[in-house]
């Protein structure tokens, strides 16, 4: 089992920066992918950024790439996506999850065994 609490999120104007931070606990965090996705009103869940165990590889959405940008620490047990150049698109709740089985880094939500409750990004124009 692993237990996620994503932290960090917030209202901000468009143009302006945002850090979420997600803290892992349950198993030995530097064992699994973590990712970011999220999800508007409407519409489904989209991955946004991922990272594999040992921070060496990520991915990005085409959408995000160049303004956030993913990190994990895993002496903390935690994983990071520091937002910038926000725009009002990016308005939705923003959830970490952990890919514990896959060796494949995966930008699919399916693969992602854990997840946590969500925090809300608010970007206005």
């Known amino acids: 089992q692993v237990q996620l609490v994503e932290s960090g999120g917030g209202l901000v104007q468009a143009g302006g920066s945002l850090r979420l931070s997600c803290a892992a606990s349950?198993?030995?965090?530097?064992?699994?992918?973590m990712g970011w996705f999220r999800q508007a009103p409407g519409k489904e869940r989209e991955f946004v950024a991922a990272?594999?165990?040992?921070?060496?590889?990520?991915y990005y959405a085409d959408s995000v790439k160049g303004r956030f940008t993913i990190s994990r620490d895993n002496a903390k047990n935690t994983v990071s996506l520091q937002m910038n150049s926000l725009k009002p698109e990016d308005t939705a709740v923003y959830y970490c999850a952990a890919n514990i089985a896959s060796v494949i880094l995966s930008t699919r939500r399916y693969e992602y065994d854990y997840w946590g409750q969500g925090t809300q990004v608010t970007v206005s124009s």
């Open positions: 349950g198993r030995t965090f530097s064992s699994y992918a």
């Open positions: 990272i594999d165990w040992s921070g060496n590889i990520i």
